[in-house]
Nanobody
Framework: QVQLVESGGGLVQAGGSLRLSCAAS????????MGWFRQAPGKEREFVAA????????YYADPVKGRFTISRDNAKNTVYLQMNSLKVEDTAVYYC??????????????????WGQGTQVTVSS
């Protein structure tokens, strides 16, 4: 089992940047594919980005392509989400998630096994 703790959220003006971190407990972090999802008020949770166990492959939702970058440091048991050129519509609670079963559906929240508590990102105009 792995525990995930997100940090780095906050209030930022449109056009600004934030970097989210997700620290994982345990010694087997490198065995998990990792994903970031977000949920805005009144909306369903949606996929943002994912990264494979080695970090060799990354995937992004269309709305964030070219603005967000997911990365991981397996030595530090941490996955990151660098968010640039933030927009008001990026406002949401951001969650990191761990996949223990090598899902090919990296965009599907139901295939992730562990979730963090979320961190709020608010982008003002």
């Amino acid at each position: 089992q792995v525990q995930l703790v997100e940090s780095g959220g906050g209030l930022v003006q449109a056009g600004g940047s934030l970097r989210l971190s997700c620290a994982a407990s345990g010694r087997t972090f490198s065995r998990y594919g990792m994903g970031w999802f977000r949920q805005a008020p009144g909306k369903e949770r949606e996929f943002v980005a994912a990264i494979t166990r080695s970090g060799g492959n990354t995937y992004y939702a269309d709305p964030v392509k070219g603005r967000f970058t997911i990365s991981r440091d397996n030595a530090k048991n941490t996955v990151y989400l660098q968010m640039n050129s933030l927009k008001v519509e990026d406002t949401a609670v951001y969650y990191c998630a761990a996949d223990a079963h090598y899902t090919l559906r990296y965009y599907y929240s139901g295939d992730y096994d562990y979730w963090g508590q979320g961190t709020q990102v608010t982008v003002s105009s």
